[in-house]
């Protein structure tokens, strides 16, 4: 398939550039065989069922910038993709000439880091300071906002772009469906008699790269870490055996649990993913999904049209932009029903 394919007409105005005033004060595109269905994010408690099973990601965003400058002078900008150990990370470094290995970075004014080489397009960097790297990036670093969004991160920022269940640093952007969610929702749908589990998938960057090969099949998919615990598998298990169905909110929850089952069961654990979920794929865990309006020409577009079908979901794109639905990480929702 054609990467053209997977291309949308997006009004700049509709890409959401702050958060609706309150969690969950979002719309709600629902996508299934009786068609779409306009209507608000609380109507979500009236789609799920007893003994279903919602899947979420507690990754936790890392206060991965920071800004300084090189022992030359010049001005610099990090920003760790992966945090190694305690003290190196993977990062993007943008500046004027690139650093050279062994070259000395001043961060923050007063974070000293080494350079010790390239590992592919990132850079290997050591921290200095005797703190752990998690402890400084929480301490000096900034909020790592998606490049659609033009405003440097707030305080605001510091709170809406972290799900109100997120626990496990390591991510560089936010699992976005999730933040849709706060306490009372969650517990409004356990009330209901449904049941929520957690996966681990650590967001990088890569999340927002386009795909710029002419064909699909030749793009290079960014490698993210998860963790399946047992519980959730278990969970799973007893939803399906009970007639539940398992509820990802959000691609990386798919991914994960996706990535987990690809020798055809689903085992707990942690690995490295760089599951290509493109139309043709076979879904071997999950039968409902809730997500965001997600980028023209991406992976994930690719990822919903393979989850919903293509014609379907392309069809609710164009629905959405033509009633003004907000996109992309602040943007409002949809809930898509796999094609079976």
């Given at each position: 398939m054609r990467t053209e394919d997977f291309e949308f007409d997006l009004p700049e105005r509709l890409i959401a550039q702050h958060p609706p005033a309150l969690r969950g004060a979002s719309r709600l595109l629902q996508v299934g065989d009786e068609g779409l269905k306009d209507g608000q994010f609380p109507d979500l408690q009236g789609v799920v069922r007893e003994h279903d099973l919602l899947v979420l990601n507690?990754?936790?965003v890392l206060k991965a910038r920071l800004f300084g400058e090189k022992d030359s002078g010049?001005?610099?900008?990090?920003?760790?993709?992966?945090?190694?150990?305690e003290h190196e990370v993977l990062a993007q470094v943008r500046a004027s000439k690139t650093p050279k290995p062994d070259s000395l970075l001043l961060l923050a004014e007063k974070l000293r880091v080494r350079v010790l080489g390239r590992a592919g397009e990132f850079f290997h960097?050591?921290?200095?300071?005797?703190?752990?790297?998690?402890?400084?990036?929480e301490r000096h670093g900034h909020l790592p906002l998606p490049p659609y969004i033009t405003h440097t991160a707030s305080a605001e920022d510091d709170t809406r772009y972290q799900t109100v269940f997120a626990r496990e640093p390591g991510a560089v952007a936010a699992p976005t469906a999730g933040l849709h969610f706060d306490?009372?929702?969650?517990?409004?749908?356990r009330d209901k008699g449904a049941n929520i589990a957690y996966v681990t998938l650590?967001?990088?960057?890569?999340?927002?790269?386009p795909v710029r090969a002419e064909h699909i099949e030749e793009h290079v998919m960014h490698s993210e870490r998860y963790t399946i615990p047992q519980a959730t598998v278990d969970a799973i298990r007893e939803a399906?055996?009970?007639?539940?169905?398992?509820?990802?909110?959000?691609?990386t929850s798919l991914r994960a649990l996706e990535s987990a089952a690809a020798g055809g069961e689903l085992l707990a654990g942690a690995g490295e993913t760089r599951i290509f979920i493109t139309p043709g794929y076979h879904f071997k865990v999950v039968e409902v999904?809730?997500?965001?309006?997600?980028?023209?020409?991406?992976t994930l577009l690719m990822l919903v049209c393979a989850f919903g079908g293509m014609d379907k979901m392309l069809a609710a794109?164009?629905?959405?932009?033509?009633n003004e639905y907000r996109f992309f990480s602040y943007g409002d929702a949809m809930l898509i029903e796999r094609e079976q």
């Open positions: 507690d990754t936790r010049g001005k610099v900008e990090v920003l760790v993709e992966r945090v190694l150990s960097l050591r921290f200095e300071d005797a703190e752990a790297v998690a402890i400084l990036l306490e009372a929702m969650l517990q409004a749908l650590h967001v990088g960057a890569g999340t927002f790269k399906k055996a009970r007639g539940g169905r398992v509820i990802a909110v959000g691609t999904l809730l997500t965001n309006f997600h980028l023209s020409r991406s794109y164009h629905h959405a932009v033509a």
